[in-house]
């Protein structure tokens, strides 16, 4: 079975500045994707950055990018300059490629944007 | 744009009541889910459906049902509720087969069992 770990309950940054998001998975499947999924405290969850996990090459989606370590099976996402709007609660996301499977949510970290 | 819909976003229910959830999506997706989201918790798969009529049990069914009798339509049951199961519920779906495709998450629904 596949699990998801993100070890940051919490945590806050100053506006503009940089910060990075741990998440690490276990599984025993090569071929998957992962997710970084945002939740503002409007509630609506949406999709931040996803990485394929064949491809080397790590993300990027303007200031959010990944560091996919896959033999480590670690999947951190860096925010950079900082927003007010990034305020939400992250969550890594595990889903099996070519599989009609379910996703797995890590627990969350609860993101403060500070002023 | 995708639209998940959720049928309420705020609910108060009595114990023991039977309740109803519902969620609809415009994309003709196939897959579809329902989690539930607690603090400290993260989000914990009920029950999943790959396409009409089909379901699978999640890590958390016990006390929840499912229906799917259309492919934009997903029922969460709750059938004698209880005030372990205030919580918020988040409805979801997907594309099948890939894993490439991201979810698609309705507003949520916060329950309050009284």
């Known amino acids: 079975a596949q699990t998801v770990t993100q070890s940051q309950p919490e945590m806050s940054v100053q506006e503009a500045e940089t910060v990075t998001l741990s998440c690490t998975y276990d599984?025993?499947?090569?071929?998957?994707?992962l997710f970084w999924y945002k939740q503002p405290p409007s509630r609506q969850m949406i999709l931040v950055i996803r990485?394929?996990?064949?491809?080397?090459q790590n993300a990027t989606e303007n200031r959010f990018s990944v560091n996919f370590q896959k033999a480590a099976k670690s999947f951190s996402l860096k925010i950079s300059d900082s927003q007010l709007g990034d305020t939400a609660m992250y969550f890594c996301?595990?889903?099996?490629?070519?599989?009609?499977?379910?996703?797995?949510f890590g627990k969350g970290t609860r993101l403060h944007i500070l002023p | 744009d995708v639209k998940v819909t959720q049928s309420s976003r705020y609910l108060v229910k009595r114990t023991g009541e039977k309740v109803f959830l519902e969620c609809v999506q415009d994309?003709?997706?196939?897959?579809m889910f329902w989690y539930r989201q607690d603090p400290g918790l993260g989000l914990r798969l009920i029950y999943f459906?790959?396409?009409?009529?089909?379901?699978e049990k999640g890590d958390i069914p016990e006390g929840y049902s499912v229906s799917r009798e259309k492919k934009e339509r997903f029922s969460l049951i709750l059938e004698s509720a209880s005030t372990n199961q205030t919580s918020m519920y988040l409805c979801?779906?997907?594309?099948?087969?890939?894993?490439?495709?991201?979810?698609?998450f309705g507003q949520g629904t916060r329950l309050t069992v009284v």
């Open positions: 994309m003709d997706h196939e897959n």
């Open positions: 979801a779906s997907s594309t099948p087969g890939t894993g490439n495709t991201e979810a698609f």
């Open positions: 459906s790959y396409d009409v009529k089909m379901k």
């Open positions: 990485q394929e996990a064949y491809k080397q």
């Open positions: 996301a595990f889903h099996l490629r070519n599989r009609d499977d379910k996703i797995i």
């Open positions: 599984t025993s499947e090569s071929n998957y994707y």
